[in-house]
């Protein structure tokens, strides 16, 4: 379809849910890091949109970096194993991370992620999602920030992508059958 909107079967979260969303997260985390260094870092490509919008959320000063990791060998990420295709630019040790994703759903990337992250010496290392799916969890992975935990269902839009498409969709939601025929 001509309009990208046109091919969601059903929103889950408007522009405006997920903007509310994202503010109180951001009011938390600067509660809770008051008078600390603060890093945020983004898991490209799918966080861009989050981190976006944390950052300019927040009324500190907070320095953003950004990870992009993809799963060992073909497709699958049943592996667990993750390789790290950009590092951060950022030397973490005695910095307070904050890790920012968008969704977590086996947990596997995040996991991986963050005992990489905690073994460079950082002061402290959290996790904040916007999405969670308990019940596609394979990995145990402690989340301190986590805006919705949602059913186990294949969503798009606000950086979640189907094929590279509907990234730049402002609402997140469920794509129409037709899309993958
Ligand atoms: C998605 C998402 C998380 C990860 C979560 O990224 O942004 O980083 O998968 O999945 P997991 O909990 O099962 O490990 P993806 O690998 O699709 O890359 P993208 O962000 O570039 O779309
Ligand atoms: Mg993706």
Redesign the pocket.
Known sequence: SAHVQDDLVKVLFTEEQIHEKVRELAQRIEQDYEGKNLLIVG?????VMVMADLARAFNRHVEMDWM????YGSGT?SSGVVRILKDLDTDVSGKHVLVV???????????WLTSNLCSRGPASVEIATLLR?PD????P?EVKYVGWDIPDEFVVGY???YN?SY?NLRDIGTLAPHVYS
Do not use: C, F, H, N
């Not at 898991?43 to 966080?47: Q, R, S, V």
């Not at 992009?68 to 799963?71: H, L, P, Q």
């Not at 994703?101 to 996991?111: F, N």
């Open positions: 898991i490209l490509k799918g966080a992009a990791v993809t799963s990420k994703d968008e969704i977590i759903d086996t947990g596997l990337t995040l996991s799916k596609a969890q394979q990995m992975v950086g979640l992508d590279e990234r």
